[in-house]
């Protein structure tokens, strides 16, 4: 991997990981509305991730992709 790649992975995984420190102590309909209103995060790996295992029920507002993706 270049030095380039690397270093816009890095920036991409820093910007997940404040947006997902920033949803701790909101409710359920604030973290939805978080992330239907960043649209940048709507590929986003870690974010998915992490919507999909800690916020189950917000897993309607996820990607069909991505869902399917895990359901394998």
Request: charged share 30%.
């Amino acid at each position: 991997m270049s030095l380039f790649k690397q270093m816009q992975s890095r920036q991409i995984q820093k910007k997940a990981n404040s947006f997902i420190r920033s949803l701790e102590n909101k409710s359920e309909k604030e973290i939805e509305q978080a992330y239907l209103d960043n649209k940048e995060f709507e590929n986003n790996e870690i974010v998915l991730s992490h919507l999909f295992f800690k916020y189950p029920s917000l897993i309607r507002i996820l990607p069909i992709e991505f869902q399917k993706s895990r359901n394998k």
